[in-house]
């Protein structure tokens, strides 16, 4: 499986190249009227090696040496270029291996909570909250400073969750709608209530993306057919950030802007953007946007003087100044 990808890849990037120019070209050993071929990889004109050190070379019994020293080497890496430059193409790249074992550092959190500190106070909006609770880096954060936060959820039965979970928490407030770049209606997929054999997270996954939910089909060890039969639509309302804020008027500035929409995240910072909301610190999840799309996320907030810390799933923005 591995070999055919590596292979797809490199042929979708080479398939207009002639081979002939990928590999080089084997060592000529002939020689016209009893001269070294001044264009073989090993001889004195390329290497540069010095009359005796040359005569040596084209020895028989260093052949082998000369072989193994200059042709082999090159060959890696012509092949370490193609591979490359393969999976490049559609938008992957080999990186050496970094282990990431032992827990991480909450970066977001710690950043919230210095930054509510600095500056007095401070609003959290959570676009995509889901139920509150499950795998929600921003849950501890606003029970623990009693933050002041607005949560968003599309999903009917998450939304009643959400609200459960927070019960008794002051100053936060809900919304049952989606968000993008535009206000009215649209189709969420999600997988069906009534599906057995589901883990509990599927049940909170939802997306305007069809594809997004397809692509967990491997962590649910099953088929495409078979997890494609399970996907529902509901409609739902969708209301931009502005329009969100716009009924909060009397909350204190945003502080802490976090996303997580199963691939509509690059929309949902648009959104923000649109309506001036600059907070200093914003989460999205990038690992189901495109290349392309990661790419126009992190330079549209790069002309709003963001930096950033990207995790394999996740890109945290910091406002510098």
Not at 90 to 99: D, L, Q
Not at 177 to 194: C, I, M, P
Request: proline letters at 5%; aromatic letters at 8%.
């Amino acid at each position: 499986m591995a070999a055919e990808f590596i292979g797809s890849a490199c042929y979708g990037a080479f398939r207009n190249i002639p081979i002939a120019d990928l590999i080089p070209k084997a060592q000529d050993t002939t020689a016209a009227a009893g001269k070294p071929n001044s264009r073989c990889r090993g001889s004195a004109a390329s290497l540069d090696l010095g009359d005796e050190r040359a005569k040596k070379e084209y020895n028989p019994e260093y052949s082998s040496a000369v072989t193994k020293r200059y042709k082999l080497p090159s060959i890696k890496r012509t092949a370490r270029k193609v591979v490359g430059l393969g999976f490049e193409s559609i938008g992957w790249s080999i990186a050496r291996r970094v282990a990431d074992n032992g827990p991480g550092i909450p970066f977001l959190e710690i950043l919230t909570e210095q930054r509510f500190a600095l500056d007095g106070g401070g609003t959290l909006l959570q676009i995509g909250a889901n139920d509150g609770v499950m795998a929600d880096p921003v849950h501890k954060v606003i029970t623990k400073l009693q933050m002041p936060a607005i949560l968003v959820e599309p999903l009917p039965d998450k939304f009643r969750d959400l609200c459960a979970n927070y019960s008794g928490v002051p100053a936060v407030h809900f919304h049952n709608v989606a968000v993008s770049t535009k206000s009215g209606e649209a189709e969420l997929f999600r997988f069906s209530q009534t599906a057995k054999d589901l883990p509990t997270w599927a049940q909170g996954l939802a997306s305007f993306d069809k594809n997004v939910l397809l692509k967990h089909k491997s962590m649910m060890g099953a088929t495409r057919a078979t997890i494609e039969n399970l996907i529902g639509s509901v409609r739902v309302p969708v209301l931009t950030i502005g329009d969100i804020l716009a009924k909060h008027r009397n909350l204190p500035e945003i502080l802490t802007l976090q996303i997580d929409t199963e691939g509509h995240d690059f929309n949902v910072v648009k959104s923000a953007v649109d309506a001036n909301c600059l907070p200093p610190i914003i989460n999205y999840e990038h690992k189901h946007l495109s290349y392309q799309d990661q790419f126009d996320c992190r330079a549209l907030l790069a002309t709003k003087n963001y930096g950033f810390f990207s995790s394999a799933a996740d890109t945290l923005a910091y406002r510098l100044g």
